[in-house]
């Protein structure tokens, strides 16, 4: 076998062309005024990780999030698509199907999915690759308001993570001026709940339970040692507070 066995020309460029050809088809489709169901009906997608599979090793493996991510959360997404196709709430944002479905007991099953789904979004986000930088500004200083230190609060992310009975959510959450840390059961998020996300951790066993086994405190306390995406945090911190 040569070396480098070249590409063939021809396949970036057919793909291209194929896009070009689907892409002009809906605008004809939306010109002769067909429904819009590459707009408005668009399914909910599983966004890839925000870095490489191996960036967290070895405190998440990629083996990990080749379950979590690959299975877990893309089941999450597939499942809500099937649920909202052909109903109201088909098409709508990911956030709004949430609010909309956590009122109604009738929707549980579009609830636990939803809410799983953007909870998944939202923990990828929360974690970066070890060595980032600290919080500062105005994360810093209302961190060090509501919990003393920077020590303080992961020190009352762990306790949450590690007190949530069963599955669940341990997060930081802004409350008007303040910081808290909150958790949740199964699928509940606070995103229903008026305050202002910032960073979560999933304390699912199946977050951590091919790295660490039944250690949970050690995944919680690695995780939130050096893994914590801090600039996430301060983008979600309210303006006006
Ligand atoms: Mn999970």
Known sequence: MPEETPRPETTDASRRDFLKGAAAAAVAAGALGFPAILEGAAPHELAPLPWPDTALEPVI???TLSFHWGKHHRGYVDALNGLVKGGPLEGKPLADVVRASAADTASRAV???AAQAWNHDFFWKSLRPKGGAAPSGALAERIEASFGSLEGLKKE???AGLGQFGSGWAWLVADGAALKVVKTANADTP????????LV??????AYYLDWQNRRKDYL????DAYLN????ASNLPKKA
């Open 61 to 63: 493996s990629a083996k």
């Open 111 to 113: 609830f636990n999915n």
């Open 157 to 159: 992310l762990v306790a």
């Open 191 to 198: 995103l229903t709940t008026g305050v202002a996300p910032l």
């Open 201 to 206: 951790l999933d304390v699912w066993e199946h």
């Open 221 to 224: 306390t690695a995780v939130v």
């Open 230 to 233: 801090w600039e996430f945090a």
